[in-house]
């Protein structure tokens, strides 16, 4: 089976703007995970969708927002880009969904480095 | 919330068991406890998860007291490829988790 995949891998975005990330799941996994990785704050929930909806958001601004299609690919928007952005974004793919319970393991993709200047 | 606390870094020899601790004081009743391996320029990746006492997989083994309030993840007889960041996980429940925490990190470096 293939992996979770990220797209782009390397983004290069200056402050105001906005920008788009692309995650394709593991076949057959329904819900697709978003986190955020720096070296000050390490790694933070975004949020999970699972079947096209949102079950789960993690502290962060209105300014980041997600959905999910029907074949469960998913994509994260940041709009209004800051320097603090600046982070690699990590998407995960589980069968079951973070709330699958005793056995909710999670597949995570190799990122998307975001550089804002 | 629960915050979890883990080493910054440690470091070991081939051959050695290594023990990792996270300690996470405000755990829920809920929570499971997670662990993941990290490799640069990749993601992290799953190696156990528990809610209490033993669990033992085929690499590793986690530890959970009683409490709840710290977990042990111990690798044994590590080698080289082990070498990576391992990241503890608090907050996987089947209800809420939008809290989940993830520690900061302990960089284990083995050595030869």
């Known amino acids: 089976k293939a992996g979770v995949t990220q797209t782009p891998r390397y983004l290069i975005k200056t402050r105001g703007q906005q920008v788009t990330l692309s995650c394709s799941p593991i076949s057959g996994h329904r819900s697709v995970s978003w986190y955020q990785q720096t070296p000050g704050q390490g790694l933070q929930f975004l949020f999970e969708y699972f079947s096209e909806t949102q079950r789960n958001k993690g502290n962060f601004p209105g300014r980041f927002s997600g959905r999910q299609f029907s074949n469960s690919r998913s994509e994260m928007n940041v709009s209004t880009l800051e320097l603090g952005d600046s982070a690699l974004y990590l998407c995960?793919?589980?069968?079951?969904?973070?709330?699958?319970?005793?056995?909710?393991?999670?597949?995570f993709g190799p990122g998307t480095r975001l550089t804002v200047l | 919330l629960a915050k979890t606390t883990q080493p910054i870094s440690m470091d070991s020899y081939e051959g050695q068991e290594v023990n990792i601790t996270c300690s996470h004081n405000?755990?829920?009743?809920?929570?499971?406890i997670t662990w993941y391996q990290q490799f640069p320029s990749q993601g992290p990746r799953f190696i156990i998860q528990?809610?209490?006492t033993k669990v033992t997989n085929e690499v590793a083994s986690l530890f959970i007291p009683a409490d709840r309030k710290s977990s042990t993840l111990s690798l044994p007889r590590v080698s080289l490829s082990d070498t990576a960041v391992y990241y503890c996980?608090?907050?996987?429940?089947?209800?809420?988790?939008?809290?989940?925490?993830f520690g900061a990190g302990t960089r284990l470096t083995v050595k030869p």
């Open positions: 528990g809610y209490k």
């Open positions: 405000n755990i829920a009743t809920n929570d499971y």
């Open positions: 996980l608090v907050g996987l429940s089947r209800y809420n988790n939008n809290d989940m925490r």
């Open positions: 995960a793919s589980s069968p079951y969904g973070l709330a699958g319970g005793a056995y909710n393991e999670q597949f």
